[in-house]
């Protein structure tokens, strides 16, 4: 007898994943900021670009929350951040950027360089980063908020002609965003940013801007609202989690050796708890995560093994 569950294909209400991509200077802040404000509601947004987030402050009328995080950007420190708005009451949260936490001190990069230095052994050390950097994707999928992440594009120059001057010019272009590949399937829409601040929508499941090229704008994220919740309402099933499976997760979360270790297993508790909308195991998940974070800080202080 089958164990698989078939049913009728049907366009549920959906949440956000929005990712950007662009070289310097093409606008992958600002743009967040206005397509998030049609999304309406309170936006909050993980600043990993020493205080850039604050430039624009005066840019919406509503105004938005900033959560600084500086190194190391481990992707555990990501998904802490994540909660930690989830829990604010945001309703949009902006990771700008995601890129640190692949490629900046301490993002997924360096600690595999430094596991593989240690180990002698690069591919062992996939082996531990891969789930720690999967474990943050899958934050940002089962957020129960708006997700827009904006990450760095590798730069090149090009020399072309000037169709208007008929002179050589050099101009800048953004290529592959500096991710982990294939980041950009993660996302239900994906736009790819230029320096005159134009979006290029190559990813497009939403199937409103496919192929096309456009300034993100306030009405972008008024656009993308009225299509996300054109579906139907998930059936909200709330079940109460079986207590030796609560108390597995808290074992897991009181037993982790390291911050990266307690926000791994805190992330898959978060997931379990949240796939059954069981509010009270969340609060007791999150009660002993914190727990366990200020004894692991407490040790690192005095330098004791945990």
Not at 202 to 208: N, V
Not at 268 to 281: G, H, K
Request: aromatic share 8%; charged share 25%.
């Amino acid at each position: 007898m089958s164990t698989f569950e078939i049913h009728r294909a049907t366009k549920r209400r959906a949440k956000l994943r929005l990712g950007m991509s662009g070289p310097a200077g093409s606008g992958k802040t600002y743009s967040a900021l206005l397509i998030a404000s049609g999304l309406g509601g309170r936006i909050g947004m993980i600043d990993t670009e020493h205080g850039s987030g604050d430039l624009y402050a005066d840019l919406l009328p509503e105004g938005y929350d900033v959560l600084s995080l500086t190194p190391p950007y481990t992707p555990s420190r990501y998904i802490e951040a994540i909660h930690a708005l989830e829990d604010a009451g945001v309703s949009t949260i902006i990771v700008d950027s995601l890129t640190h936490a692949w490629s900046g001190e301490g993002g997924s990069l360096d600690r595999q360089g430094k596991i593989a230095d240690k180990s002698g052994n690069s591919w062992q050390a996939w082996r531990q980063v891969t789930p720690e950097h999967n474990a943050l994707v899958e934050a940002l999928l089962q957020s129960p908020c708006h997700i827009i992440a904006t990450m760095r594009a590798k730069t090149e120059y090009v020399q072309e002609k000037d169709e208007r001057t008929g002179k050589q010019v050099v101009r800048k272009i953004g290529l592959a965003p500096i991710m982990r590949d294939g980041i950009e399937y993660e996302f239900t829409t994906f736009f790819e940013l230029d320096v005159q601040h134009m979006a290029y929508v190559g990813k497009d499941r939403t199937r409103l801007f496919d192929n096309m090229i456009f300034r993100p704008e306030i009405e972008t994220g008024h656009q993308l609202l009225g299509w996300l919740d054109s579906g139907e309402d998930f059936p909200i099933m709330r079940k109460t989690m079986p207590a030796d499976q609560k108390n597995e997760l808290i074992d897991s979360i009181d037993h982790a050796r390291s911050l990266d270790e307690l926000f791994k297993a805190f992330s898959t508790a978060y997931r379990a708890a949240n796939a059954l909308s069981d509010s009270a195991a969340l609060s007791e998940l999150t009660q002993a995560k914190d727990r366990r974070k200020a004894e692991l800080e407490e040790h690192e202080e005095m330098g004791e093994p945990a």
